[in-house]
């Protein structure tokens, strides 16, 4: 696999044994993350940002690697995310192939990689594993964690199991539980990937290497994280130059069709087709109403915060915004000061990646009344 | 392949050799259809229904074959299209494997079946061919063509093709062009089947056929035939029993996900790939804007009806509401007395086949005023 972990990366070893929550256990496992900016003496001025499911922990250029990460825009000296202010924090999940320990990493018991011998892998494990880079870094409050996607589940998690760790919360086009249009969907780019033979029950390697089901799930993924209404205005029905049109009769013909092609190509080898089933299966299983006998709402309430803020778009498909909403609610029941905001980007779910004309300044706006 | 053309089913012989719309031709070929009432001594009571992708030509129950069809609450003695005033005849889709001619019917030239070679299908074709079914039925005009999902399409085509021949239509939940979204699901899906090992370039046999790539192309399909909003309500979080659990660790879990693998499982080996792959390539070509120079709404209005109706639901992600709304605002502009009407059905694209009790009154009460 191409070399996926930054420079710069530091890496938190979790205590050993770092049991997970449906159980089994990782020796001398690490958690992957960068920082911005400088704690400040009385430490209250700490961010952690939980990002999506594919992210490396490199969300903008810092001083050990001044490479622009995938949140370049939010964050930074007089950015929203303003590292002139904040200390903030950005880890790789659990579970990823991008500096913390997954599927993908040796396993020091046997000196061979986890596979399918990793344990199964939930949302929590994750924020719990969060939980101890703070502990590293000498932080002992939070003044905000911010979730995005994925991660704001993982940020629901760590306010639940880690109650008085953040003042505040920020929760960016994730959800407080699946549901089953996105369960449908992530089951079926797992089915994909585990259908592809080169998969071979997790045994693959850089030569057999389960290219295909990759593909077909990167595709979908795609294809869930943007919006129709973007892709009318942005493709509409144009066609590709007949240079660039394959001789495959049903090959290429579409400038849609090359943009999935394009995203396919530039994700395939870069992400471990193991550690990509194991995280797409956590978020499947989240539901923050486990922590209430089943309430959602009332689950959500249990979490006490000064403020909160959760941001959404009309045309994500994958999270969508009345799962914002609720979060929000919920929030508010629980004593928040807790706003709900829904932006109009077309993007889709990827909005919070690329609008951030949109996000910057609800994001920057409720950071600067901290 | 399982036998999938319904006994009963009649053949109406196309002419020989059948030109096609991009060049290349069929010789012998057939469309299968079959026809509901009787046809008016004065001929004024037609109705044609071309459907979607995958139905056969059995929308209901008839003397020659007394088994429900796709349609049965829709089509029938006292039902919205009432078989004691009109006579309904419906085709299987040109390039189909449920009786009319297509990439898995053998070719007479050759004494094999086409697969590849069958030449490209467009969805005029499967118009040009309807008209075939009429004139060998002895109908001069139609009282409506009907047209669902990809019919609405053929529709479409029908009318511009065959100028005066229909008095009214109802497009039913179809599309005036293929949009990026539905390009990209389209694509998605013929590239899983292309990727099967097992398609061989076409040269699969039950031996050694695709249904992995089949398996997703009809799930991906179902996830996009109805909505997240049903879903919600019908699945929830709602989990499998664990006696219908497989031990496999990424296996079936969730109720969604069962009820897509039942789906898969019903489809696979009774739809031939191939013709699969030409039917879906046939939608994304579709586009009424080529009928006057890349204006698609001064193409709709060259249409001459007396009256039109134009049906669809609020949760279709595959053939949006507004495209709908256009075919309905073209046909005005172009005279017919034409309405449009958003079902607030929670199905998604599926619903005309599932919420008779709103599509059924929509279309009988248009059929009514005739």
């Not at 020091?108 to 892998?121: E, I, S, V, W």
């Not at 306010?159 to 699946?178: D, E, K, T, Y």
């Not at 389960?210 to 799930?217: D, S, T």
């Not at 709900?340 to 951030?356: C, K, N, T, W, Y």
Request: aromatic fraction near 10%; proline fraction near 6%; hydrophobic fraction near 40%.
């Amino acid at each position: 696999m191409t070399e996926t972990i930054p420079p710069g990366t530091r890496f938190a070893r979790l205590p050993s044994p770092f049991h997970f929550k449906r159980g089994g256990s990782l020796s001398g496992a690490v958690l992957a993350y960068e920082t911005w900016g400088e704690l400040s003496p009385s430490g209250d001025n700490a961010i952690l940002i939980l990002p999506g499911l594919s992210p490396n922990a490199h969300a903008a250029a810092n001083a050990s690697n001044p490479e622009p990460g995938w949140w370049e825009a939010m964050l930074g000296p007089g950015k929203p995310i303003d590292t002139n202010r904040w200390f903030v924090v950005c880890v790789n999940p659990l579970g990823s192939c991008k500096g913390s320990t997954g599927a993908a990493s040796v396993n020091p018991d046997t000196g061979r990689a986890y596979r399918l011998d990793f344990p199964d892998l939930s949302i929590e494990d994750g924020a719990r594993a969060a939980r101890e880079v703070l502990r590293e870094l000498g932080i002992e409050r939070l003044a905000c964690v911010i979730g995005n996607s994925m991660g704001g589940m993982g940020a629901l998690a760590f306010l639940l199991l880690h109650p008085g760790l953040a003042r505040s919360h920020i929760q960016v086009s994730g959800a407080p539980q699946a549901l089953p249009f996105s369960i449908a969907i992530r089951s079926l780019q797992r089915e994909a990937i585990r259908l592809d033979p080169n998969w071979n029950q997790g045994l693959y390697d850089d030569h057999a290497y389960p290219e295909n089901g990759m593909r077909i799930a990167r595709k979908l993924g795609v294809v869930t994280y943007r919006s129709a209404i973007e892709w009318d205005g942005r493709f509409g029905r144009v066609r590709l130059d007949s240079e660039c049109r394959e001789d495959d009769p049903f090959g290429l013909e579409f400038e849609v069709e090359r943009y999935l092609e394009g995203h396919a190509r530039r994700f395939v080898r870069t992400f471990d087709p193991n550690c990509y089933l194991y995280l797409s299966r956590s978020m499947d299983w989240f539901d923050v109403a486990e922590y209430a006998g089943g309430d959602l709402m009332k689950a959500l309430a249990s979490i006490r915060l000064e403020r909160a803020l959760s941001i959404g778009v009309h045309t994500d498909i994958l999270f969508p915004l009345q799962q914002q909403e609720q979060v929000a609610e919920g929030l508010r029941a629980g004593g928040a000061n807790s706003e709900f905001l829904a932006l109009e980007s077309p993007q889709g779910h990827d909005a919070f990646l690329v609008d951030i004309a949109r996000f910057g300044p609800a994001i920057g706006g409720f950071l600067a009344k901290l």
